[in-house]
């Protein structure tokens, strides 16, 4: 059947980054249709397609008034499900901007290098600045690979997701739980075009975070997502497969840690996407970034949620009580 959103009227930013941050707030109504036509959104699982073939997300693709129980299902058989429009377009404007906002506040640690944010190669440029690690202190390093500064992540602008989507039923039901948590900070993320650095191998959550018992990842794009942005490949059903990395688990100087091996996994790349639109996935579900292909600026941020039946040694947020939980002496 035909997933179609409500309609939201969303606003053109006006904003001088608007032209280079891909958040055009869309009346979905008019969308191409496309976006939002796929053949597999009926609640019946289709079969695994044959390994290592990359295939489309349909299959684990649902409305986010879908009934939790189905929705449990498919998470429960594919370590990953795609939720339609869970967030309301006010939540993920009122974020985009308070991130688009912070990006340029980082325009003069770029300009150090001789690289405007708002630049067509900028994304390209430091890519090739990042070549050698050597010219770059670590904390410069750490942001010109899209990561924003820790004050950033720490700001409560960043709680309206995780607040709205613990009112919903469905991540509870997901990972069982009656209390929502989530890790502090949160991961936010931008990919200028170009900047094939800003890209992380595939791995899976559970190595980045030993601090935590079991937890799942949502992952929010704040802005349209299709196959030229990039944005994320997932590798269904590798969740429950236990944590596959076994290398060296000092992260190299780029920050991530080796990819883990693929071969013979089935790859699904996750696009469109449009902002309102959320990936959950396991701890153990393999994934890794695509390339931002687009001369757009690819925004995004990810939260790992857990459920009173799980754990914490670092800081989380109790969504119940709207307060920053400390790790216990």
Known sequence: MRFVPPASKFHLLS???SARISCVWYD???MPSHVYDSPRLEPVHAATPPLGLVSSMARFTVAATEAPAHAKQIFHDEGVI??????PSAVCRATHDYLSAALDETADLFARYGIAIGAPDSGARVARLLDDPTKVPPADRHVLLGHFPLPVRLSEALWQIPLTLAEQPLLRALIGATKLFVHMPPTARFVLPGNVKAAVPAHQDVTYNKHLGPFCVVWVPLVHIDRACGG???YPRT?????????????????????????????????????GDIVVMGNETVHASMANLSPRTRLSVDFRFFGDNS?????????????VVAPSA
């Open 28 to 30: 979905f109504a008019m």
């Open 311 to 323: 754990r914490s040694s670092k800081h989380y947020l109790d969504l119940a009580e709207r307060r």
């Open 239 to 275: 969740q429950g497969r236990g944590e596959l990395f076994a290398g060296d688990k000092v992260a190299p100087a780029d920050g991530w840690i080796p990819g883990v091996e693929v071969a013979g996994l089935e790859r699904v790349e996750l696009y469109p996407l449009a902002p």
């Open 232 to 234: 994320m490949a997932v």
């Open 15 to 17: 904003r001088e980054h």
């Open 82 to 87: 795609v939720l339609k429009q869970a967030l």
